[in-house]
């Protein structure tokens, strides 16, 4: 991928079991967010975590960064089948300027069954 | 506000045809991205305007591919001749500042080239 890389690529899990997901980066970031795509619909953003943070909760969401390890993980405790979904990290990227793109992963597919 | 507005929603044309892809951006946010996502490559950034100014183009795949904002409001991606090779959905994001932070994604327009 062009910065971050998921793993695992697909997750098949039961109702009420917790999801975890990880992205790996490659260079210095000053934040790292994550984004979910439901089939066939646009992506959307679920929660940024700052390169000085360390935990972010949202609700059922709870992310980690280690910036020492280049690496995040997206935890969904207690998975409902609403959450099926590809779920992606991205980081931005510091180009000429100052200017910013943002740089998605290849996404975890997570499928949650009733 | 509406969000991201891309059109059209589906678009399928004859090898060799031009195709026009278009963006209206969330009002007020300044970074505009094209994106396009494939089974193979996955989310790709082609180009990205701040302020209307292209910035980066360094994603865009070939000569084929252009893109225009001719003011903060309107962003259009198009491809000349079209292949059958440029099949994919292509997202338009846009976001406030520098880029770095949250975007929001449009519907997205699945292009299909026979």
């Known amino acids: 991928s062009q910065q971050g890389e998921e793993d695992p690529q697909a997750l098949s899990i039961q109702e009420g079991e917790n999801a975890t997901m990880n992205c790996s980066y490659k260079t210095s970031i000053n934040n790292l967010q994550w984004y979910r795509q439901n089939s066939g619909r646009g992506l959307v953003h679920l929660i940024l975590?700052?390169?000085?943070?360390r935990e972010k909760h949202s609700g059922r969401l709870r992310v980690t960064l280690d910036t020492s390890k280049k690496s995040s993980s997206l935890l969904i405790t207690a998975s409902r089948a609403a959450d099926t979904a590809s779920y992606f990290c991205?980081?931005?990227?510091?180009?000429?300027?100052?200017?910013?793109?943002?740089?998605f992963g290849a996404g975890t597919r997570l499928a949650v069954h009733p | 506000d509406a969000g991201v507005i891309q059109s059209p929603r589906h678009e399928v044309t004859e090898m060799g045809q031009e195709v026009t892809l278009r963006c209206k951006p969330i009002s007020g946010h300044n970074s505009l991205f094209w994106y396009r996502q494939t089974m193979m490559r996955g989310l790709e950034l082609l180009i990205y305007f701040n302020n209307n100014v292209p910035i980066d183009d360094s994603g865009m795949p070939e000569d084929r591919f252009s893109a225009k904002m001719p003011n903060a409001s309107f962003s259009t991606l198009k491809i000349q001749p079209s292949e059958p090779r440029d099949s994919a959905v292509y997202f338009c994001a846009s976001s406030v500042g520098q880029g770095g932070t949250e975007a929001f994604f449009g519907q997205g327009t699945r292009l299909t080239v026979v």
């Open positions: 975590i700052r390169s000085n943070e």
């Open positions: 991205a980081s931005p990227r510091q180009g000429s300027g100052g200017y910013n793109k943002l740089i």
